[in-house]
Structures are given as structure tokens and as C-alpha cells.
């Protein structure tokens, strides 16, 4: 069972960067999928960006693609979300997820079990 915590969203202005974390327990981070996803009242949850913990590999969404990028600290189980060049239709609330894949990649929220419990982060204009 892998818990994740996430921290770090804050009221921020336009143009502002923003580092979100994430830091897992419960388990020992092999194969895993760690992503970052983002929702909006009424919306889906929305892909943004995922790594492969072994391989350090990363694939993003084109919509955040040179804006944000996702890390990982090995030593703290922790990975992170560098958000620059903050834009309003960044508002949402912030998630971490978790999932145990043999290698590539998911995108779609259901193939995550296990989810953190979010994080505001909130970008005015």
C-alpha cells in the first residue's frame, strides 16, 4: 500500500513558478509509475506529466510541456512538480498518483490506484 502526500500549492500571480511535492511511503517505489494530474470543478482529472521511478524517464502533456517538469529525489521518495511560467487556466487542484507498471508509461487517471489527497494551487491574473 502506497500512501502519497502532496504539498506545496499556494496562491501564486501569472508568470510566477511554483514547485509541487509529492512524497510516497508505504512502499518500495519499483516499477512505478508517479504521476501528476490536475482537476477543476465539473472536469475530469487531467494528465500532466509522469515518470518511471527505475528509469527516470518522463512524458508530459503537450499543454504543460516546456512549462513544467517532473523529478524525483531517490533519497526522500519524493517527486516533484516544477510548474514555470504560471498561466490562470493553471488553477486547479493538484495530484499525486502512484501505479505499478512494468515499463512505460500511463496517462489516464484510472490505470492510477493510488492517489494523494491534492493540492491547491490557485494562479491569478
Known amino acids: 500500500q502506497v500512501q502519497l502526500v502532496e504539498s506545496g500549492g499556494r496562491l501564486v500571480q501569472a508568470g510566477d513558478s511554483l514547485r509541487l511535492s509529492c512524497a510516497a511511503s508505504?512502499?518500495?517505489?519499483?516499477?512505478?509509475?508517479m504521476g501528476w494530474f490536475r482537476q477543476t470543478p465539473g472536469k475530469e482529472r487531467q494528465f500532466i506529466a509522469t515518470?518511471?521511478?527505475?528509469?527516470?524517464?518522463?512524458y508530459y502533456a503537450d499543454s504543460v510541456k516546456g512549462r513544467f517538469t517532473i523529478s524525483r529525489d531517490n533519497t526522500k521518495n519524493t517527486v516533484y512538480l516544477q510548474m514555470n511560467s504560471l498561466e490562470p487556466e493553471d488553477t486547479a487542484v493538484y495530484y499525486c498518483?502512484?501505479?505499478?507498471?512494468?515499463?512505460?508509461?500511463?496517462?489516464?487517471?484510472?490505470?492510477?490506484?493510488?492517489w494523494g489527497q491534492g493540492t491547491q494551487v490557485t494562479v491569478s491574473s
Open positions: 498518483a502512484a501505479a505499478f507498471v512494468g515499463s512505460g508509461f500511463f496517462t489516464k487517471a484510472f490505470n492510477y490506484p493510488y
Open positions: 508505504g512502499g518500495t517505489l519499483t516499477n512505478v509509475n
Open positions: 515518470l518511471h521511478w527505475n528509469m527516470g524517464n518522463t
